[in-house]
């Protein structure tokens, strides 16, 4: 089975940063794309940015100039660093990951429980 839990989520104001993390762990061949979800109160879950086992990387305009998505390979890691936060960031995020598990099987999405970012003054 796989896992991933997300951290450092926090009340943060205005104008600040915050770097999520995200840790994969288990029965994990390889890793294709990680990505970024957030849903906040009342609204539906939304992409935030996503990275390619490549590295390509794409963005929600929202996040666009203010947030980056990266990965560290060998500890089987997403991050997402979030600068110029605003209130309306405010939202639980959630990391996903497409993870074979083996090297004859495509790969499957896996969640974490999400990390609640609350941006307020």
């Known amino acids: 089975q796989v896992q991933l839990v997300e951290s450092g989520g926090a009340l943060v104001q205005p104008g600040g940063s915050l770097r999520l993390s995200c840790a994969a762990s288990g029965s994990i061949f390889s890793i294709n794309n990680m990505g970024w979800y957030r849903q906040a109160p009342g609204n539906q879950r939304e992409l935030v940015a996503v990275i390619s086992d490549g590295g390509s990387t794409n963005y929600a305009e929202s996040a666009k100039g203010r947030f980056t998505i990266s990965r560290d390979y060998a500890k089987k890691m997403a991050y997402l660093q979030m600068n110029s936060l605003k209130p309306e960031d405010t939202a639980v995020y959630y990391c996903?990951?497409?993870?074979?598990?083996?090297?004859?099987?495509?790969?499957?999405?896996?969640w974490g429980k999400g990390t609640l970012v609350t941006v307020s003054s």
């Open positions: 996903t990951m497409n993870v074979r598990i083996n090297s004859f099987y495509s790969g499957m999405d896996y």
